[in-house]
């Protein structure tokens, strides 16, 4: 059913689109100075009115996020069980991540630097990991033959998503803000991306309609049969 793969599709583009706009926000209110230093995603929204979009902007990407693991999840399983265990393990790194996107949405850094961190590290590096294993499900589990394109594809976006990460890391550790705000979006931007190209595999997902089969009552049995010896 073509209409899932909108559903990744929605998760990017409003993720995208809503942080952008909290950057906007922030940079019209004076709440971050552009000229200064390029800023970090957090700073944009830490302060309000922005704050309480960027909040949630977190909460519905963490629900989507949760929805594309469990129906990916259950594609997977759909085409049987020789990828049982590191499809248990994608949900539950799916998960994670989910809760991540959700804690540093709702934890700014103004309010507890500690826990935003912890968010973050949740949401980004289970999420990389996450995305590595749909990478290897893509060649074992692959419902078409989208994996001669969709292979190479997902394997670059999570190489461009990992250098970024690392990038931002090194840079962030070694007093060079600037860059590494500029390669924090960057990171967000692949992480968006990557999750929209389970658009590919989720126009393969079919909808099924539950039915339940009355059954008919066991025959009584004769007395004889129910004494007790």
């Known amino acids: 059913m073509w209409a899932w793969a909108l559903l990744p599709i929605l998760l990017a583009l409003g993720g995208t689109v809503g942080i952008w706009v909290v950057f906007f926000m922030a940079v019209n209110n004076g709440s971050v100075n552009v000229t200064e230093a390029f800023p970090y ?21 963490s629900v989507l996020i949760l929805w594309v693991v469990i129906i990916r999840f259950q594609q997977v399983c759909d085409l049987g069980n020789k990828c049982h265990r590191a499809n248990i393990a994608t949900l539950v790194l799916g998960f994670i991540s989910a809760f991540g996107v959700s804690v540093l949405g709702n934890f700014q850094q103004s309010v507890s630097m500690g826990i935003h ?13 996450y ?16 994996r001669c394109w969709m292979g190479p594809l997902r394997a670059f976006f999570c ?37 929209s190209l389970f658009a590919a595999e989720f126009r393969h997902v079919q909808c099924h309609r539950l039915t339940v089969h009355k059954q008919e009552p066991l025959e009584r049995r004769p007395e004889g049969n129910n004494a007790i010896m």
């Open 159 to 195: 190489t461009l998503n990992t250098v970024f990460l690392i990038a931002m890391a090194i840079l962030h550790n070694t007093g060079h803000k600037s860059p590494a705000a500029m390669f924090e979006w960057a990171l967000v931007m692949t992480f968006f991306l990557l999750f």
């Open 117 to 129: 961190l912890l968010g973050a590290f949740l949401a980004f590096f289970m999420g990389l990991a």
């Open 41 to 61: 995603i957090s700073a944009c929204g830490s302060y309000v009115p922005q704050s309480c979009l960027f909040s949630q902007i977190c909460n519905l990407s």
């Open 131 to 146: 995305f590595w294993m749909q990478l290897w499900l893509t060649y074992r589990a692959e419902p078409s033959g989208d």
